[in-house]
């Protein structure tokens, strides 16, 4: 009371006050306006540029391109090879990242006791995964092409490709088996079953929405991955649909789209370019989403 | 054969639990085994976890036994104070590439971080939970978009562009390269930013409106601050987006080798320079040799950004 007394008797506080909280308002009108603006415009610009790409590329796609062969001078080349390259090199690659990815992931989660010397295993899995990728290009040519002189090659590109997803499969295993609730864990446990049993039966399954996830995030990367493949594997294909030897040159479409884009001497190199795009988003796009629905489908139910 | 009814099944039901324990040891039974395949599975998986440190270590040896060997032929203030890099005359000065790099990331941060936190607060703070929920899984979906795609909008639509604004004959360079970056790590850094804000307690903001304070004083006086540590890990991130990126700065730096006098003057950086040039030469060559050393000061500078993402968890875990 005797405060707002004091106040009232003096005349300068209250004028400034409402003076500032003019001002104040004002500002809040401000910012609000700027951030629901900058907001929309950004993420509707990127979006935009998307849309325009894929506008560009997709209304002239047909069968014969996405199945043809690619060709050096003539007009009409399509991106066969390259695209089953690009699905090849990355089922390889996950074939080999994921099983070491998934047991390292839990060896972190639930055998690694709390010592210095898991602190530094820690520290290499995060350091692996910032390390940039056209490192692992170059590792990849001083392994492969260097120590065992097998060349640019498709098995070259999925191991280097392999290393880069190996990482993040670790993180992403190691986060979502910890996330699982104690109680469950300790219910099989009490149950009498092995930690094997209890890893197998019952973590596993309940990690399974997050680890899923971890895996098309880099199935999307690895399938985008353009820098360790050119390295790797080349920029070329070896011209034939369906090569499955491992030993062949492997280029992928990714790498395709920076040749065609940069080097290559084809007529219509610039519509092969904007198809390519407009297929290398369609897919990155649908490995994503696919892989996510049944995830939003769950967490739909959940929240239900 | 196979014999599918064995001897201890036909034991009287009080024995049954005793086989259990007694016959262990030489034969194989169901406890040797679980016991084995436990066992066995935890050495995999400490396989695995080792393997993973192995794959880290490989690379930083080789990378630095390879690029040292720069230093048999070029001295070391050659390699890292001149700006001359012309292998073919013996010149192998990599300033030029090292500053491009240095020049490109801050650029590129410079318009990112306020773009990407102003995303990040719209997302977080302003929007209706419907557009949210809209908006959320989109810029998920736009980290996934490979980065070859934003170097070909960049040569295709943004260079173009520039070429008409700024009245130059070549576009190619810094600006055009770190507006390409920043299209590309814009999603990643928001995204971030947008769960550390909305993490921030919902107290917080009670306690902010409840003093009085509308809603720009108390995104900027109390969310903002509370959200700084998980910020900062976005743009750490993002930057090491940035500086390890290649294909995407490739396609429209304009690949020369020479110091920029201005933002639209093609030059190189570490990354553009190596992918450009490993193809072209010997591995048993200088210029391969430095090409593997640039190789290794990226890998370094990344892994110090690893360090200090990890200081700034292991504050962030003392103050909470």
Known sequence: ?304 | MIDMNPPSDSKAPSELGQSFAKVSGAKFDRKMRLRWSNKLFRIVCIGSALFVCLVLLCILVLMLRTGILTFSNVSLAEFFFSTNWDPENEHYGALTFILGTLALTSLTMLISIPISVVVAVFLAEMTPPWLRNLLRPVLDLLVGIPSVVYGFLGLTLLIPWLRTISGHDLADGLLAASIVLTIMVLPTISRISDDAISAVPNKYRDAAYALGANRFQTVIRVVLPAAKNGIMYAVILGMARAIGETMAVVMVIGNTAQLPNSLFTPTAVLTSNIVMQISSVEFDSTWNYGLYMMGFILLAISLLMIVAVRMLQKKGGRNS
């Open chain 1, 1 to 304: 009371m005797s405060m707002s007394m004091k106040k009232q008797a003096n005349p300068v506080p209250a004028y400034a006050f409402g003076k500032r909280r003019g001002a104040s308002v004002l500002m809040d009108r401000l910012f609000t306006g700027l951030v629901w603006g900058v907001g929309i415009v950004v993420i509707l610009f990127i979006i935009g540029l998307l849309f325009l790409l894929l506008e560009k590329g997709l209304p002239q796609l047909s069968w014969d391109f996405l199945y043809g062969l690619p060709s050096e001078i003539e007009e009409g080349g399509g991106i066969g090879p390259a695209l089953f390259n690009s699905f090849y090199v990355l089922f390889i690659s996950l074939l080999i990242s994921i099983p070491i990815g998934l047991a390292a992931g839990i060896y972190l989660a639930e055998f690694a006791p709390n010592n210095k010397l898991i602190e530094i295993v820690r520290i290499c899995v995060e350091g692996l995964s910032s390390v940039p990728s056209i490192i692992f290009g170059l590792f990849g040519i001083a392994l492969f092409v260097e120590f065992f002189e097998i060349g640019l090659t498709i098995l070259g590109a999925a191991v280097s490709l392999a290393f880069l997803n190996l990482p993040v499969l670790t993180r992403v295993t190691e986060e979502s088996i910890r996330a699982v609730p104690v109680e469950l864990r300790n219910a099989s446990f009490a149950l009498g079953s092995t930690h094997l049993q209890t890893i197998r039966r019952v973590l596993l399954p309940v990690a399974m929405n997050g680890i899923m996830t971890g895996i098309c995030l880099t199935a999307g990367r690895a399938f985008g991955e353009s820098a360790v493949i050119i390295l790797t594997a080349g920029v070329s294909t070896s011209g034939e649909m369906w090569d499955f030897n491992l030993f062949s040159p492997g280029g992928t479409l990714a790498v395709h789209l920076w040749y065609v884009q940069s080097e290559a001497i084809v007529p219509d190199a610039q519509e092969i370019a904007q198809k390519t795009t407009a297929v290398l988003i369609f897919f990155a796009l649908l490995i994503n989403i696919v892989f996510r629905v049944p995830l939003w489908l769950n967490t739909r139910k959940n929240q239900a």
